[in-house]
């Protein structure tokens, strides 16, 4: 059974700083993994996806990369703003049964100082 | 596009009562889920659609539960009677596999239900 963990769940940093969210997975066999953010009281917004021959994914001073060998997968945000406060969550997507579902992980809450 | 549009936003109802709640996909998509989020369980999927057919309703947590999709504009969730333990933000989301390849889900904005 495919699970996705986020680590560490809660992190707080000053402006300015180059962070990385870190997302595990335990099966390999994926189509894609996505990487979302969302906001206290609002839905998910998609922020970059990749697909399973991917290695990386870049917007803007975010960049998103996979190993999916190793079941793991970084969110590299560069000079953090404190716009960049929310909850940032990856999903995976398995390959198992041509499934169109996506398996959540518990998110990360980052906290940009000003 | 106006992105997909979930109501009500906020719900409160009592022990027992029926619920529904309402998903307008992104127009021309074919796949729609409903997820539900709870500080205890995280993100977790109850059912999701492919042109309008029920594909995988293995996360439906019980028969009180209920989605449909008359049409490829609208589905509902349906949650009949209502419990204190079904409390949380129901979020509907719809894709389409774009000309690349690419696949990638569009939420909504939620509907958060808090059942007395």
């Known amino acids: 059974k495919q699970e996705v963990t986020q680590i560490p769940a809660a992190l707080s940093v000053p402006e300015g700083e180059n962070l990385v969210l870190n997302c595990s997975f335990t099966d390999s066999a994926i189509y894609n993994l996505q990487w979302f953010r969302q906001d206290p009281g609002k839905g998910l917004t998609s922020l970059l996806l990749?697909?399973?021959?991917?290695r990386e994914q870049t917007s803007g001073r975010l960049n998103a990369s996979l190993d999916k060998s190793s079941g793991r997968s970084t969110l590299y945000i560069a000079a953090s703003q404190p716009g960049d406060s929310a909850t940032y969550l990856c999903?995976?997507?398995?390959?198992?049964?041509?499934?169109?579902?996506?398996?959540f992980g518990s998110g990360t809450r980052l906290l940009v100082r000003p | 596009d106006a992105g997909v549009i979930q109501s009500p936003r906020h719900e409160v109802t009592e022990m027992g009562q029926e619920v529904t709640l309402r998903c307008k996909p992104i127009?021309?998509?074919?796949?729609l889920f409903w997820y539900r989020q709870t500080m205890m369980r995280g993100l977790e999927l109850l059912i999701y659609f492919n042109n309008n057919v029920p594909i995988d309703d293995s996360g439906m947590p019980e028969d009180r539960f209920s989605a449909k999709m008359p049409n490829a504009s609208f589905s509902t969730l349906k949650i009949q009677p209502s419990e204190p333990r079904d409390s949380a933000v129901y979020f509907c989301?719809?894709?389409?596999?774009?000309?690349?390849?690419?696949?990638?889900?569009?939420f909504g904005p939620g509907t958060r239900l808090t059942v007395t």
């Open positions: 989301a719809s894709s389409a596999v774009s000309g690349s390849g690419l696949y990638e889900q569009y």
């Open positions: 127009s021309g998509h074919d796949y």
């Open positions: 999903a995976v997507r398995p390959r198992m049964d041509s499934s169109y579902k996506l398996i």
């Open positions: 990749i697909q399973s021959s991917q």
